[in-house]
């Protein structure tokens, strides 16, 4: 699957318009949490067919704001019209495991 990273609020409303559920994982470049989670929300969410994407909250501020993003990682479930499903703060596979679980279930 094509990791997608979109750097514009708009380019991720497009994205969730296109898929019942995505998971978002907001995060930074200097996040060391984000960087040691970051290959187990790829696998989990592989492994469950659900669509992974990757915001850099230094590059998509909007996203972050809209959001409410105010620690790293944050992740969030989205329907197709951006609304928020569920957000979990914390770099644990408890909160990604939650996470995934939620999603799957709206496919």
Same mark, same amino acid.
């Given at each position: 699957?094509?990791?997608?990273? #979109?750097? !514009?609020? #708009?380019?991720?409303?497009? /994205?969730?318009?296109?898929? &019942? ?11 060391? #949490?984000?960087?040691? /989670? ?9 492994? &469950?067919? $659900?669509?992974? $994407? ?10 972050? !704001? ?6 790293? #990682? !944050?992740?969030? $479930? ?6 928020? /499903?569920? !957000? ?5 596979? $408890?909160?990604? &495991?939650? /996470? ?8």
């Amino acid at each position: 699957m094509t990791e997608l990273k #979109p750097q !514009t609020l #708009p380019a991720l409303l497009a /994205i969730a318009s296109q898929h &019942n559920a995505i998971v978002v994982d907001f995060y930074a470049n200097w996040c060391g #949490p984000c960087k040691k /989670i970051a290959p187990y929300v790829e696998k989990k969410c592989k492994e &469950n067919g $659900v669509v992974l $994407v990757k915001v850099d909250v230094d590059v998509n501020g909007d996203a972050a !704001t809209k959001y409410g993003v105010s620690a790293m #990682p !944050t992740f969030s $479930v989205l329907d197709r019209k951006g609304d928020v /499903i569920l !957000t979990k703060v914390g770099g644990s596979e $408890v909160v990604v &495991n939650d /996470i995934v679980a939620k999603a799957v279930s709206l496919k």
